[in-house]
Every structure is written in C-alpha cells, then in structure tokens.
C-alpha cells in the first residue's frame, strides 16, 4: 500500500522519503489533491512497466509523431496500390 503526500511535503522530506523507498515503502506525490508521481524501489519500477508491444501495436508509437493528413495519404496511397494489383481483387470496404 502506498502513502499519498504532497508536493510540498515531498519536497521538505525528500531524502527522507528517498531512504524509506529504499527500505521497501511507496509513496504517491499528489498535485492539487491528484495523483502525479510515485516514489518506489527501483525493482517496483521495472516490475510496473509493461511488456514491449508486438505486430501491429508496434507501430501506434510511431504513428503517433504523424499528422492525420500523413496518414491518409499513406492510407490512400497503399489503397490505390491495392487496387492496381494483379494478384487477386481488391477488397470492397463499402
């Protein structure tokens, strides 16, 4: 279980905190009464953190940096390949 404080707190007892975290507590530093940060050992941290995606969700991170008129001209531009395809048809997306 962690202990919520404040910003200002946190800042007057940092390196108290710093040697309770160590010793294995948690703490969440709230702003305004919302949480922001939490303050845990640097094993907690690394167990918190997800798994890498994989395939296709790979790629959300990436597409994240371009603008929606990128995407669509790429979506248009893959399309239109698509089309001109000999292979096989087409699909119809209505």
Same mark, same amino acid.
């Not at 962690?2 to 200002?8: C, D, F, K, M, N």
């Not at 991170?61 to 371009?66: I, N």
């Given at each position: 279980m962690?202990?919520?404080?404040?910003?200002? /707190?946190a800042k007057r007892r940092f390196s108290e905190l710093l040697d309770r975290v160590r010793?294995? /507590?948690?703490f969440v530093i !709230?702003?305004?009464g919302r949480a922001e940060v939490a303050l845990v050992p640097p094993g907690d941290?690394?167990?918190d953190r997800p798994e890498r995606p994989l395939g296709? +969700?790979?790629l959300a991170? +990436?597409?994240?940096?371009?603008d929606?008129? /990128?995407i669509e001209a790429m979506v248009h531009d893959i399309y239109a390949s698509r089309r001109r395809a000999k292979d096989r048809p !087409?699909?119809?997306l209505g």
């Open positions: 962690s202990e919520t404080i404040g910003v200002a /707190e010793g294995g /507590e948690r !709230a702003r305004r941290a690394a167990a296709f +969700l790979s991170g +990436l597409l994240s940096d371009w929606d008129g /990128e !087409a699909p119809d």
